[in-house]
């Protein structure tokens, strides 16, 4: 069974039943961040849903160590490849394609955000993902608002759990996410892109008063089983 780990902010690892490992937007160096995860000690693959800081710039310092691929949006890997990345590591693709490393199913969803890369240069348009592992769906849908297409994701991928910010004033709040497990169909639900600094004030509590859909309650290094 696979299970998620939150690694504070927006960053989440994915462990798989056969000891893969997956990284999402790995800001290990952010304020929540625990300390024992700040020195990942091995990475199968990293996927990125943009290129702002807070999801993106631990990226090449951990490839570099670790010796990992990184996958997200072509804009954002070919920044990549000109700081510090090399091409044959990188795995660009876009929406509405499915690629699949390390025994995992990868499948590029939209996202209703802006990016950049870490220096401010255009890194193509923000993501989301729809990953399969070890017969579970799990929808990464990144930094986003909520909008209406939602509901062909649920009809398209049928996620079994979805992670959603839920903080607020960068990207959805819970009234929003709320909205957005409804259009999924209501699956399980993992909050990210919270608590971290005073501005994003949504929480798990909020959205699980707003929803019927299970909210996970978890603080940075909980893991859920999926």
């Known amino acids: 069974m696979a299970s998620l780990t939150w690694l504070g902010h927006a960053s989440f690892r994915l462990d798989t039943n056969d000891g893969k490992r997956v990284y999402v937007d790995p800001?290990?160096?952010?304020?929540?961040?625990?300390?024992?995860?700040?020195?990942?000690a091995r990475a199968d693959v990293i996927a990125v849903t943009h290129g702002h800081g807070d999801h993106s710039s631990d990226v090449v310092a951990l490839q570099q160590r670790l010796g990992c691929k990184?996958?997200?949006?072509?804009?954002?890997?070919?920044?990549f490849s000109q700081n510090g990345i090399a091409e044959e590591d990188l795995v660009p693709f876009n929406k509405g394609g499915s690629v699949e490393q390390a025994g995992v199913r990868f499948t590029m969803t939209h996202a209703f955000h802006s990016s950049s890369a870490p220096d401010g240069s255009y890194a193509g348009e923000p993501a989301g993902f729809v990953v399969q592992a070890d017969g579970t769906r799990i929808y990464f849908a990144g930094d986003t608002a909520v909008f209406g297409d939602m509901q062909l994701i649920a009809r398209l991928y049928s996620p079994d759990v979805a992670v959603l910010p839920i903080g607020d004033h960068f990207t959805m709040g819970p009234e929003e996410a709320a909205v957005a497990l409804e259009l999924l169909g209501n699956p399980r639900c993992v909050p990210g892109h919270w608590g971290t600094f005073p501005l994003l004030?949504?929480?798990?509590?909020?959205?699980?008063?707003?929803?019927?859909?299970?909210?996970?309650?978890?603080?940075?290094?909980?893991?859920?089983?999926l």
């Open 70 to 79: 990184v996958l997200g949006m072509v804009e954002l890997m070919s920044w």
């Open 27 to 40: 800001w290990v160096s952010g304020p929540t961040c625990p300390e024992p995860e700040r020195e990942p």
């Open 201 to 225: 004030t949504g929480t798990p509590e909020k959205l699980a008063s707003l929803t019927s859909s299970q909210v996970e309650r978890i603080e940075p290094g909980d893991t859920v089983q």
